[in-house]
């Protein structure tokens, strides 16, 4: 159980580390994540329309429909919030690379 959850934990950090490089990849393997609860992280609609809209914005041509799919099942709080969040994190990465 350990290893699975430092595998997890390893991936996400990884996948991170590429979205603060810019990786629409990254950014829409995180979202993927997130939206289904895959390798051992808690499903968390938010976090992963969140993901798919910055992957979105980094020219992933798959993340808006992925979006727009999880949206379906979030309240507007959920997407207005999930939006916050895209913003706070593209202004971070924005600064921390000026």
Not at 29 to 57: C, P, Q, R, T
Not at 65 to 72: L, N, Q, T
Not at 86 to 98: D, E, N
Request: overall charge negative.
């Amino acid at each position: 159980m350990g290893n699975s959850l430092k595998s997890a934990q390893f991936l996400i950090d990884s996948r991170l580390a590429d979205a603060a490089r810019g990786s629409a990849d990254a950014a829409y393997e995180l979202g993927m994540v997130y939206s289904s609860g895959a390798s051992g992280v808690d499903m968390d609609l938010i976090e992963a329309h969140k993901w798919f809209n910055i992957a979105a914005l980094k020219g992933s041509a798959h993340a808006p429909y992925m979006r727009a799919e999880i949206a379906e099942e979030m309240t507007a709080r959920e997407i207005i919030e999930a939006q916050k969040q895209a913003r706070a994190w593209l202004q971070m990465t924005s600064l921390r690379a000026a």
